[in-house]
């Protein structure tokens, strides 16, 4: 792995891509998640899914965070 930012900021976008497919900008009304009335929650699994993913790539690379 070259270049440790640019996979990082590869793997926030991708994260940020599928929180994005996956809840509604606004619920209107129904009970479940939406990027408009659960920020705080959302951004909470955006942080575990970065994080997941560059928890594994550093063990599968042996790179360390600098």
């Known amino acids: 792995m ?3 930012v640019e996979f990082v900021a590869i793997q926030a976008e991708t994260a940020v891509r599928h ?3 996956v809840y509604p900008y ?3 009304g129904e009970p479940r998640l ?3 009335d659960n ?3 959302i951004n909470n ?3 575990v ?3 997941d993913r560059d928890t594994r790539s550093v063990v ?3 790179t360390l965070y600098q």
């Open 19 to 21: 929180i994005a497919g």
């Open 49 to 51: 899914l970065v994080g």
């Open 26 to 28: 606004d619920a209107r």
């Open 2 to 4: 070259d270049d440790f």
């Open 45 to 47: 699994l955006l942080v």
């Open 60 to 62: 599968n690379t042996g």
């Open 34 to 36: 939406s990027l408009r």
């Open 39 to 41: 920020a705080d929650e």
